[in-house]
């Protein structure tokens, strides 16, 4: 089972800032990652798939990178809706694996 | 606009079996191009695929559960239901349902709180 390691588990950034979330991989999953983003009490919102494919409706601030073990997803300028909890998904191999989620807070 | 909607009993007794049924309303679970999951999350944990399953029926469990895990599909009702056998505290999860393209999960439905204890 592939394991995906996100990193900060908290980040914490001031509204009109960038922010940088980074998830690993620990082997190769080629670009078959997605990004979702959740709010308390609400389901993940697909936010990325395909490592760098913004999802229908997706603001252009939220955009990915990276491919085979390393990934990250940036939001150039933060808004207040954007301080939620963010995970990584890899579908590469099967079963698919989140990782345990970064919490982006208000600074 | 797909939505989707879990539904089933919010609380189960230790070792007996959970429950839950996920209608999909507004397209159609026998979609060639998709499958239909079921993900849960512990409270204040992550996300932990439990399984995923096609129109034809044709099903994928996660390892670490597969041994109590039942997904089917009614494609009648336009709906899909998980079955986990054997209940303990450790299962006790909000899950939730989405489909599934190549991969990632989209839509999701809103979640369901299930609480396993005597």
């Known amino acids: 089972e592939i394991v995906m390691t996100q990193s900060p588990a908290t980040l914490s950034v001031s509204p009109g800032e960038r922010a940088t979330l980074s998830c690993r991989a620990s082997?190769?999953?080629?670009?078959?990652l997605a990004w979702y983003q959740q709010k308390p009490g609400q389901a993940p919102r697909l936010l990325i798939y395909g490592a760098s494919t913004r999802a229908t409706g997706i603001p252009a601030r939220f955009s990915g990178s990276g491919s085979g073990t390393e990934f990250t997803l940036t939001i150039s300028s933060l808004q207040s809706e954007d301080f939620a909890v963010y995970y990584c998904?890899?579908?590469?191999?099967?079963?698919?694996?989140f990782g345990q989620g970064t919490r982006l807070e208000i600074k | 606009q797909l939505q989707l909607q879990e539904s089933g009993p919010g609380l189960v007794k230790p070792s007996e079996t959970l429950s839950l049924t996920c209608t999909v309303s507004g397209g159609s679970i026998s979609s060639s191009s998709y499958y239909w999951g079921w993900i849960r999350q512990p409270p204040g944990k992550g996300l932990e695929w439990i399984g995923s399953i096609y129109y034809s029926g044709s099903t994928y469990y996660n390892p670490s559960l597969k041994s109590r895990v039942t997904i089917s599909v009614d494609t009648s009702k336009n709906q899909f239901s998980l079955k986990l056998s054997s209940v303990t505290a450790a299962d006790t999860a909000v899950y939730y349902c989405?489909?599934?393209?190549?991969?990632?999960?989209?839509?999701w439905g809103q979640g369901t709180l299930v609480t396993v204890s005597s």
């Open positions: 998904q890899q579908y590469n191999n099967w079963p698919t694996t």
């Open positions: 989405a489909r599934r393209a190549l991969g990632p999960f989209d839509p």
């Open positions: 082997q190769s999953v080629s670009s078959n």
